[in-house]
C-alpha cells in the first residue's frame, strides 16, 4: 500500500500573559535554557486576612458597610463638662459681685450681668434661695422657681410695653441674679429673727437692694419718665419672694 506521510507543522502561539512560547520541533533543537525556582514565601497568618476579607466584603455586597465604619475621635467630644454646658464660672462669679457691690462707683462693668445673660447662674442662686427657704416648708421650692420664670416674664412684657429693649433672657437673668442680697440676709434674719424692729427694718433693707440692683440694669433711659412703672413691679416681685421665705 501507499503510505501516506502526514507532516504536521507547528506554528508559533503567543499567549495573552506572555509566559510560554510554543516552537515547532525543528527549532527544539537549537534551544536550551533553565528553569529557576520561583521565590515564594509563606504567610501563616493568610488565612485569618482572607477570612476578614470575605467578611467585609459580604456585609458590604448586603449594605451593612457601615458596621465597619470607625468613628473620628471628634476633638469637640473631648471638651470638659463646664464647657460642654456652657458655664464660665469667672463669668458667673464676676456677675455675683456686680450685684452684691451695685455702687457705680466700685468700677464694676455691671452693663454684663444684662447685656451677657447666661442661664445656670440665675438658675443656682434660685435654687440656693429655695434651699434655704425649705425649712419647714419644702413645697416652697418649686413654687419660688415658678415665681422667678412668671414674674420675670411679666417683668418682660411690662418693659416692652413701655418701649425698652430688652430680651426675656436678659430679664432672667437679672431677676435670678439680683435674689443674692436675699441670700444673705436670711443668716441675719435667723440670729436677730426674734427682734421684730431689726428684723423688718433688715428684710427691708434686702428687698430694697436686690430691686435697686435688679432696676438699675433692667430701667435704662429709654423709659424716661416711665422708670417708676417698671420699678415698682420690681420691687413688689422681690417682697413676694421674701414672704415665700419668711412664711409670712
Do not use: H
Amino acid at each position: 500500500g501507499t503510505s501516506t506521510t502526514t507532516t504536521t507543522t507547528m506554528q508559533t502561539f503567543s499567549p495573552t500573559n506572555g509566559d510560554f512560547t510554543f516552537v515547532s520541533s525543528t527549532d527544539a533543537e537549537e534551544l536550551s535554557g533553565s528553569i529557576d525556582a520561583p521565590d515564594v514565601k509563606l504567610n501563616m497568618g493568610s488565612g485569618d486576612t482572607s477570612k476578614d476579607a470575605y467578611a467585609t466584603t459580604f456585609l458590604r455586597q448586603r449594605g451593612y458597610g457601615w458596621l465597619l465604619e470607625v468613628e473620628e475621635d471628634d476633638p469637640e467630644d473631648s471638651k470638659p463638662l463646664l464647657e460642654e454646658l456652657d458655664i464660665d464660672l469667672k463669668d458667673i462669679y464676676y456677675k455675683i459681685r456686680c450685684v452684691l457691690m451695685p455702687m457705680p462707683s466700685l468700677g464694676f462693668n455691671r452693663q454684663v450681668v444684662r447685656d451677657n445673660p447666661d442661664f445656670w447662674g440665675p438658675l443656682a442662686i434660685v435654687l440656693m434661695f429655695s434651699m434655704i427657704s425649705i425649712y419647714g416648708q419644702f413645697r416652697v421650692v418649686s413654687w419660688i422657681i415658678t415665681i422667678w420664670i412668671f414674674g420675670s416674664l411679666t417683668i418682660f412684657l411690662l418693659a416692652r410695653v413701655l418701649g425698652g429693649e430688652v430680651s426675656y433672657g436678659q430679664v432672667l437673668g437679672v431677676i435670678g441674679y439680683s435674689l443674692l442680697p436675699l441670700i444673705v440676709i436670711a443668716p441675719l434674719l435667723l440670729v436677730i429673727g426674734v427682734f421684730d424692729v431689726v428684723a423688718t427694718l433688715i428684710k427691708l433693707f434686702g428687698v430694697f437692694w436686690a430691686a435697686y440692683s435688679a432696676a438699675s440694669l433692667l430701667v435704662g433711659d429709654e423709659f424716661k419718665t416711665k422708670k417708676p412703672l417698671l420699678i415698682y413691679p420690681i420691687f413688689l416681685l422681690y417682697i413676694y419672694f421674701l414672704s415665700l421665705y419668711t412664711g409670712v
